[in-house]
Nanobody, 116 residues
Framework: QVQLVESGGGLVQPGGSLTLSCTAS????????MGWYRQAPGKQRELVAS???????NYADSAKGRFTISRDNAKRTMYLQMNNLKPEDTAVYYC??????????WGQGTQVTVSS
């Protein structure tokens, strides 16, 4: 079974930046469109950004202009560069297949907290 491991979260002040990483076992990156999801307390998990096997990217309106998703298939790793972070970006961030109906087992996620 594919294992997904997210890292790179932390506590950052508003306006700050973080880069998240997602490493996967197996060849999931070569097969599927992948994405970053996030879940804030009391809210549903939402898709923030996605990237296809050919590098086509899509972003939620909340992420456009601030977040950049990328992937390195050879390293089985996906990244999310987040700039100009806002308190409303506070959530646990997860990586997985897009669409969510095809998602494999979820990893532990990585906590992002934006606070002064």
């Amino acid at each position: 079974q594919v294992q997904l491991v997210e890292s790179g979260g932390g506590l950052v002040q508003p306006g700050g930046s973080l880069t998240l990483s997602c490493t996967a076992s197996g060849n999931i990156y070569r097969i599927y469109t992948m994405g970053w999801y996030r879940q804030a307390p009391g809210k549903q998990r939402e898709l923030v950004a996605s990237i296809s096997t050919t590098g086509i990217t899509n972003y939620a309106d909340s992420a456009k202009g601030r977040f950049t998703i990328s992937r390195d298939n050879a390293k089985r790793t996906m990244y999310l560069q987040m700039n100009n972070l806002k308190p409303e970006d506070t959530a646990v961030y997860y990586c997985n297949v897009v669409p969510i109906t095809l998602a494999t087992a979820w990893g532990q996620g990585t906590q992002v907290t934006v606070s002064s």
